[in-house]
């Protein structure tokens, strides 16, 4: 469809990794887990040393006896009694017993700390001891025995006496202690409702289908709705047919199919018709993709199969649409790594449900998919997927009804011409389509334009096949001439050849995917190509290369995509086609297009390696012919380039029929 003159240098940047990607670390900061880990065992810590602080700095746990020694020298003030504790104040600062802390607990000193100030329990002298640290408060308890004379002493003292309700709760001490548990228990919630935010359902529903329900009145889209498709816009409408009326066929002894696969390039509408089914159905439809059976939990999805087909059979007569199943129905055991646990049980689970033991009625599944060549075969037997319905891409008249469609919400120009647009857009996709009117939309609101013209169109389809203009990029004089020339190259043999497709462009437009191109695009839909066709479009592929070593007398990287491309036509032609003399009737292999690694390798070669040198001579030969044509038309035209170089190097861009206009001036046409 186009030339590229020079593909542009490809840098293998280095790209960044996702964190979520990466394995959770403790020491990674930029993890938002290990924050929050970090956090709350910071919170824990400054928790323990307060606690561990006030502990220390408290007042002094004495004994009973001591308190009672303090009482009697009249050195007690006043006291507080909670229950079985006592706590109080004293006249003056006495000295504790060495050893004991303050805000020790009972029983946490040996008897030998504990020992009495007054002397040496077994009679003897009092022994020397070294002085402990001065008290004013003290804390002691009660002898579970009570002391009937305490209150009579303290009243006797003139001691204040206070008392507490021994139910009373010490907030702070309770607060202090759980803290840090209700900290972790909002670190793991938080990290619940993390979950539940990515996977969009609670962990205790995670094997439930995530399949969503529409009815007819929330389906907008209808058959009417999707140009071009017709068959299969057919084949589907007789399936909704089915299922209004299911008693219709069954009367005849047929079955309802059970399985309906839409196959097709992407983009070509496979979603749009399935919408446009659940529009038409007056029956439940239940739409879901192939990646929404997948978890990182093994048998997840296998149970979200089961889940799916039990809310399908409940509503039975119901369609079930699993939009790129090959997500879950690649080929098991494929490639030298092995199986995919979850994906096989996911498939298994899903052939059963399909055509297993336990019979299915009345509940259609639709499939869509651009990959069916990775589809494991059990998928695609009969009685499990009976109708394989082909969705590809569109040809001249359905671009142009796919054109009017979305033209329709635009403001168009009354010059833009439709059909013509539908012409010189072979190849493309619906998508392709309505992004390329998009674009055009966009083009003009930047230039402040009220309408859409040919020119927005122009650009955007060539933003489309070609990427974006390079802005800033400064070539020199000569790399610019060689360029033109090398355009001119293609276009000059392009225009000359009887076989070979219109030229509609020439560019030297430095953009994303190459330096220049040569526009080409058929008058109508090719499906044969027959080998005169092939011929000419190696040729206009040599164009370049030839043109490089008539005026320069050098070869430069500009025609390493020509080359590429030319390669691989001539490789077909002699490998699948039979077109070449000395294989002129043989298919000695295919196209290398297998996905799975083990299947290359174990696939062997069909014919010998005599024959593959044969058929690189033969594959050679073909070449050498193409790029000698190519050459031979450039000298007979070289006033005709000449001119066509220096246009595009004035203007950048020249139009097609410059192009044949100075081959008739040159006596060529």
Known sequence: ?????????????????????????????????????????????????????????????????????????????????????????????????????????????????????????????????????????????????????????????????????????????????????????????????????????????????????YQRSQESTRFDDVAGAQGAKTELHELVSFLKDPGKIRDLGAEVPTGVMLVGPPGTGKTLLARAVAGEAEVPFFSITGSDFMEMFVGVGAKRVRSLFQDAKKQAPSIVFIDEIDAIGRRRGAGLGGGHDEREQTLNQLLSELDGFEETNDVIVMTATNRPDVLDPALMRPGRFDRRIIVDLPNTGDRQKILDIYAKKKQMDDGVDLAALARSTPGFSGADLKNMLNEAALLAARKEKTIISNEDIEQARDKILMGLVRQGLALTDEEKQMVAYHEAGHAIVGASLKYADPVHKVSIVPRTKAMGATQQFPEGEKYIYHREYLADRLSVMMGGRAAEMLVFDTATSGAGNDLQNATQIARRMVLEWGMSGRFEHMALGSRDDQVFLGEQIARSRQYSEMTAQEVDKEVESLLNEAYLRAGKILEDNRQAMDELARSLIENEEVGGKVVYELLEGSGTL
């Open 1 to 213: 469809m186009a030339n590229q003159a020079d593909q542009s240098p490809q840098h293998n940047q280095p790209g960044e990794s996702s964190r979520n990607s990466q394995p959770w670390s403790p020491w990674d900061w930029s993890q938002s887990y290990s924050r929050q880990l970090w956090v709350v065992l910071l919170v824990m810590l400054v928790f323990f040393a307060w606690s561990v602080y006030t502990y220390r700095s408290g007042p002094a746990q004495i004994r009973y006896t001591t308190f009672l020694e303090q009482l009697e020298k009249d050195n007690v003030s006043q006291v507080t009694v909670k229950g079985d504790k006592i706590t109080g104040d004293l006249k003056k600062e006495a000295r504790k017993p060495a050893g004991l802390q303050a805000g020790a607990q009972r029983g946490f000193f040996s008897d030998s700390q504990q020992d009495d100030e007054s002397g040496d329990p077994n009679g003897g002298e009092k022994a020397e001891k070294p002085a402990g640290r001065s008290y004013q408060q003290f804390i002691t308890y009660l002898p579970s025995f009570g002391d009937q004379d305490l209150m009579d002493e303290l009243r006797s003292r003139g001691v204040a006496v206070e008392t507490l309700p021994k139910s009373d709760t010490n907030w702070a001490y309770l607060i202090v202690t759980m803290l840090p548990f209700v900290l972790l228990i909002a670190l793991f919630y938080s990290q619940y409702k993390r979950f539940e935010g990515q996977s969009g359902e609670g962990i205790f529903s995670i094997g439930k289908s995530r399949a969503r329900l």
